[in-house]
């Protein structure tokens, strides 16, 4: 009955920013992490950030650090990513992703997954 639901992906422009949203339905997360992970064509799925509602640490992949920010809003049930500074090479479809414990950074260890948002930056 959990869902998660991801949206805001577009084409921007090298430079731009986006910001993406997961909407989590059917059950609560209070207890949850809350990741995005990314794949590109022909590419494994990778981990971008991550979020831990209840203690509201953080963690991003190096690629991800100092450009983008996970963020949520407990009252919505939503994630966020803000993705600034926006890279030809983020280019990939972007998922939301939620488990009932700690944060993970390999996607295996993940359980809900939402159906990705197409982010495609151009040159």
């Known amino acids: 009955q959990v869902q998660l639901v991801e949206s805001g992906g577009r084409l921007v422009q090298a430079g731009g920013s986006l910001r993406l949203s997961c909407e989590g339905t059917?059950?609560?997360?209070?207890?949850?992490?809350m990741g995005w992970f990314r794949q590109a064509p022909g590419k494994e799925r990778e981990f971008v950030a991550g979020l831990q509602l209840k203690i509201g640490n953080t963690y991003y992949s190096n690629s991800a650090k100092g450009r983008f920010t996970i963020s949520g809003d407990n009252a919505k049930n939503t994630v966020y990513l803000q993705m600034d500074s926006l890279k030809p090479e983020d280019t990939a479809v972007y998922y939301c992703a939620a488990r009932n414990g700690r944060i993970w950074y390999d996607s295996i260890q993940w359980d809900i997954w939402g159906q990705g948002t197409q982010v495609t930056v151009s040159s």
């Open positions: 059917g059950g609560t997360f209070s207890t949850y992490a």
